[in-house]
């Protein structure tokens, strides 16, 4: 499957799992943007999940791989006052799944994947890389001594939510 072949069956994939897509800004360098809200078991009570999907090349290092996803987080939170989601830690807890997809997979983008660890209050970052030359799926293996209620559960869900061989699970068992 190549980065095109992905975005088209993205939305649908996304719809299954609840989210919806939505428009962003034109200088917002995002192939896609879904959020989902539902009320979850979270300290914060509800959960609002933004997944922006990025492509990136092999010019893309650790530094540059740590902007984008900073990037992107700084994007949801504006989208979240944007759409009067309400107020991180009152009430809300916010999810932010960086999504890049990549057909040239380096050492840099699996650095990054094991070693970057952003913390927020009352929010979360989670980026994963697509390899789609082999599909496999790259993200933060360990756990944080701040995430240890939640990164078993962030690790499940993006590979759910992103990987072709679950969804290719699902298909089968449906």
Same mark, same amino acid.
């Given at each position: ?19 919806? &897509? ?6 917002? %360098?995002?192939?896609?943007?879904? @959020?989902? *809200?539902?009320?979850? +078991?979270?300290? #914060? ?57 990549? &057909? ?6 699996? %650095?990054?994947?094991?070693?970057? @660890?952003? *913390?927020?209050?009352? +929010?979360?970052? #989670? ?48």
């Amino acid at each position: 499957m190549n980065i095109q072949e992905y975005i088209s069956s993205l939305p649908g994939w996304m719809n299954y799992f609840g989210f919806e &897509e939505i428009s962003v800004h034109p200088d917002f %360098k995002a192939l896609k943007v879904f @959020k989902r *809200k539902k009320l979850e +078991a979270t300290k #914060f009570g509800n959960e609002l999940i933004y997944i922006i999907v990025n492509e990136i090349n092999s010019g893309y290092d650790f530094n540059k791989l740590v902007s984008l996803s900073t990037e992107n987080f700084r994007y949801v939170n504006e989208l979240m006052s944007f759409y009067s989601e309400g107020i991180k830690g009152f009430g809300t807890m916010m999810v932010n799944f960086n999504l890049f997809l990549t &057909e040239s997979f380096n050492n840099d983008m699996y %650095k990054f994947s094991i070693e970057y @660890k952003p *913390k927020h209050f009352a +929010a979360a970052e #989670f980026p994963s890389i697509l390899d789609l030359s082999t599909n496999n799926l790259y993200f933060l293996r360990d756990t944080p001594i701040w995430g240890f209620a939640y990164y078993d559960g962030y690790r499940k869900r993006s590979y759910e939510f992103f990987s072709p061989n679950s969804w290719q699970t699902i298909s089968t068992t449906k």
